[in-house]
């Protein structure tokens, strides 16, 4: 019965360790916020810049495509240039993330926030 009784502090343990890192996670969204990460496409023709939780920001685009008529260009380099930003903020989150981790003791963490920064393989 007593030993019940210690699995029952240990929960209570790792409910105060869920809540610390529920609030960590909150202060970490505001702090991503505020990162930035930049991708380009077409040796730097366009170029997307994104906050750290991969919400786009701002998009630049060289006047040059206008002049030239390079539409077809333009909506191949979006694309791709959105796709970089959004991999460099997902990989500000899953540094992130790893970061505010480091002192839980919650099993299987930090093998769980280590995948936060690769992507799922082809047919996943």
């Known amino acids: 019965m007593f030993k019940a009784l ?3 502090a240990n929960l209570g343990s790792l409910v105060k360790q869920a809540q610390e890192m529920g609030n960590r996670m909150q202060a970490l969204q505001e702090q991503l916020k505020l990162k930035r990460a930049t991708g380009t496409a077409g040796g730097g023709l366009v170029e997307v810049e994104a906050n750290g939780i991969g919400e786009a920001l701002a998009v630049r685009i060289d006047p040059s495509l206008f002049e030239k008529g390079e539409r077809e260009m333009i909506e191949d380099l979006l694309p791709a240039a959105f796709n970089a930003a959004q991999a460099k903020a997902k990989q500000l989150h ?5 970061s505010i981790a480091g002192d839980l003791s919650l099993p299987g963490l930090g093998e769980a926030l280590a995948q936060l920064g690769n992507p799922p ?3 996943v």
């Open 6 to 8: 210690g699995n029952l």
């Open 121 to 123: 393989g082809p047919g």
């Open 94 to 98: 899953a540094e992130a993330m790893q």
